[in-house]
């Protein structure tokens, strides 16, 4: 009988010895992940204190010696701004003043080259307006044989070197007026120069005595008109033609005579 009575007792001990067990271990498990907890959100705390430093540290006040620091900084990157600024500004001012006078100097050389166009049509035209005054018709048809030309002028006047209006005038067949009109032209075109006095008298000059006078004006400087110019422009500009240039005159006179007897 007592047998029976221990049995129940002796396990009702076993079941809470096993609880009390159980009940350990989870506070002991529940415990340590507490801590565990604790010490993350100290460290937490603990970083967040740090960047609240830092924080505070990067929003401290400057000292005088660190703000002059920092103005002379921002001053200079803005003297740079300034200079970077000014030399766009002159590249630019330089730039479109290249543009503009090469503009200039094409407008300059197309118009030069316009003039030059003009001024070799209305020389092409005069010479065949001299050419045409050479022609000499004979019942309305040109002569087999042209008495004159327009290098049988101009050659006359340099074999010639001293002549006069009336002269020319009776030799070409031509009114005074446009005798004169012609030596103007073939002047003016470079073909021919001279002087041309009061009474009608038309001195050559040929190239040679023009390149004289220009070096003894040249090398003289300043020249007395009288005691200076006058006595070498005696000497250095010829009124009488060369034998080379009297020899061509005979010739050609000679052939003109020919010429006319034949017709």
């Keep these: 009988m007592d047998n029976d009575e221990n049995v129940p007792v ?37 970083g967040g204190t740090e960047v609240s430093s830092d924080r505070e540290i990067d929003t401290k006040p400057l000292t005088a010696k660190q703000r002059k620091k920092q103005e002379l900084k921002e001053a200079k990157q803005r003297q740079r701004i300034l200079r970077d600024e000014e030399r766009e500004e002159k590249n630019k001012k330089r730039q479109e003043r290249q543009d503009y006078y090469q503009q200039r100097r094409e407008e300059k050389e197309r118009q030069r080259q316009e003039d030059e166009i003009k001024r070799a049509e209305r020389e092409y035209e005069a010479y065949k307006d001299i050419v045409s005054s050479f022609v000499i018709e004979k019942e309305g048809h040109i002569a087999d044989h042209e008495r004159f030309n327009l290098d049988d002028f101009i050659n006359f006047v340099r074999w010639k070197k001293m002549t006069n209006i009336v002269d020319l005038s009776a030799k070409f067949e031509m009114p005074q007026n446009e005798v004169v009109e012609r030596l103007n032209q073939l002047e003016a075109q470079g073909r021919l120069f001279g002087l041309l006095d009061e009474r009608g008298r038309y001195l050559h000059i040929s190239a040679s005595e023009v390149d004289t006078l220009e070096n003894y004006i040249n090398k003289g400087g300043r020249i007395h008109k009288y005691r200076g110019l006058t006595p070498f422009c005696n000497a250095a500009i010829s009124m009488q033609p060369t034998h080379e240039d009297l020899s061509k005159l005979q010739t050609w006179e000679q052939n003109n005579q020919r010429i006319t007897m034949e017709e």
Excluded: P
């Excluded at 271990?25 to 959100?41: G, K, S, V, W």
């Design 10 to 46: 002796s396990y009702a001990a076993g079941v809470l010895v096993v609880f009390f067990f159980l009940l350990i271990i989870a506070y002991l498990y529940t415990n340590r992940h507490q801590n565990q907890f604790e010490r993350e959100e100290q460290a937490t705390d603990v």
